[in-house]
């Protein structure tokens, strides 16, 4: 027990943290019907890291940070002008289509530096049992001022997200909302990728959202069951990393298809 608290406490920390923020984002990922923003945004955060490699920087670093940083900032400009009325071709598409390209990108740049075959595992799955403590605070403290700007605009990005036309007849630019709500998950994004990486970063936003709004229609209902259920997974994914050998990230991934598929079962015998 000692050891698995020595080795798993800042892990499980981060992943705390990250459930907390990722989890409040992700509600208005779903509720936008934009599921894979997310991974495309965290997919440009690791083409910018890639950029950063290649030029000698080393993942984590503030060089790579920046980097991924100013590849995000110019995903969530394309990202926002891709809401349309033309609703022949969905936003979910044009998001797809900006996920395929740059990890294609990401590919071919790395291929260009040594062990780059390696750099691409990590930017995927993470390295998130070896995090340390000065990054825990750091992204500890990120989260916490930007949970401050989201709870002081949170009324009006709820507008937006969930009835954009009565947002437009209050005067408000769908535009530029969607471009902050973009900017604001890839701050996030940017800064979990190269700590738990894209597939882990896609989970935490996503499945826990999934899970909540299935139960609960209100909001703070559905944010206390995204915590609960993200520690619950995350502790569970840790120990199950720890005693099996496991990489963490992914057992955590796998933890979470797994709680949430137990709760479309109860649900589904519930009802029967």
Same mark, same amino acid.
């Given at each position: 027990? $000692?050891?698995?608290?020595?080795?798993?406490?800042?892990?499980?920390?981060?992943? #705390?943290?990250?459930?907390?923020?990722?989890?409040?984002?992700?509600?208005?990922?779903?509720?936008?019907?934009?599921?894979?923003?997310?991974? @495309?945004?965290?997919?440009?955060?690791?083409?910018?890291? @890639?950029?950063?490699?290649?030029?000698?920087?080393?993942? &984590?670093?503030?060089?790579?940070? #920046?980097?991924?940083?100013?590849? /995000?900032?110019?995903?969530?400009?394309?990202?926002?002008? /891709?809401?349309? $009325?033309?609703?022949?071709?969905?936003?979910?598409?044009?998001? &797809?289509? =900006?996920?395929?390209?740059?990890?294609?990108?990401?590919?071919?740049?790395?291929?260009?530096?040594?062990?780059?075959?390696?750099?691409?595992?990590?930017?995927?799955?993470?390295?998130? #049992? *070896?995090?340390? *403590?000065?990054?825990?605070?750091? =992204?500890?403290?990120?989260?916490?001022?930007?949970?401050?700007?989201?709870?002081? /605009?949170?009324?009006?990005?709820? !507008?937006?997200?969930?009835?954009?036309?009565?947002?437009?007849?209050?005067?408000? $630019?769908?535009?530029?909302?969607?471009?902050?709500?973009? #900017?604001?998950?890839?701050?996030?994004?940017?800064?979990?990728?190269?700590?738990?990486?894209?597939?882990?970063?896609?989970?935490?936003?996503?499945?826990?959202?999934?899970?909540?709004?299935?139960?609960?229609?209100?909001?703070?209902?559905?944010?206390?069951?995204?915590?609960?259920?993200?520690?619950?997974?995350?502790?569970?994914?840790?120990?199950? $990393?720890?005693?099996?050998?496991?990489? /963490?990230?992914?057992?955590?991934?796998? =933890?979470? &298809?797994?709680?949430? &598929? !137990?709760?479309?079962?109860?649900?589904?015998?519930?009802?029967?």
């Amino acid at each position: 027990m $000692s050891g698995f608290l020595e080795m798993m406490t800042a892990p499980v920390l981060i992943s #705390l943290v990250l459930v907390a923020m990722h989890g409040y984002l992700g509600t208005h990922v779903v509720k936008r019907g934009v599921i894979f923003v997310d991974i @495309a945004l965290a997919q440009i955060a690791a083409f910018g890291v @890639a950029i950063a490699l290649i030029l000698g920087a080393e993942v &984590g670093d503030d060089q790579a940070y #920046l980097y991924g940083l100013g590849a /995000t900032f110019l995903g969530a400009i394309l990202l926002s002008k /891709t809401r349309s $009325s033309d609703h022949r071709i969905p936003q979910e598409a044009y998001i &797809g289509i =900006t996920y395929v390209v740059f990890s294609a990108a990401m590919i071919l740049v790395l291929t260009g530096i040594p062990h780059g075959g390696d750099e691409i595992n990590h930017l995927l799955v993470g390295s998130i #049992l *070896w995090v340390q *403590w000065h990054v825990v605070i750091k =992204t500890a403290i990120l989260y916490g001022l930007l949970g401050g700007v989201l709870f002081a /605009t949170h009324r009006k990005l709820s !507008l937006v997200t969930d009835d954009p036309e009565a947002a437009q007849r209050a005067g408000m $630019s769908l535009a530029l909302w969607d471009f902050f709500f973009y #900017l604001v998950v890839g701050l996030v994004v940017t800064s979990s990728v190269q700590v738990a990486g894209v597939l882990l970063v896609f989970t935490l936003l996503v499945v826990p959202s999934v899970m909540a709004i299935r139960l609960f229609q209100d909001g703070k209902q559905q944010f206390f069951w995204i915590l609960g259920a993200g520690a619950l997974s995350v502790v569970a994914g840790s120990a199950l $990393s720890y005693v099996l050998d496991l990489p /963490t990230g992914a057992a955590i991934v796998c =933890t979470f &298809g797994l709680l949430l &598929g !137990l709760q479309i079962l109860i649900e589904n015998l519930v009802r029967k």
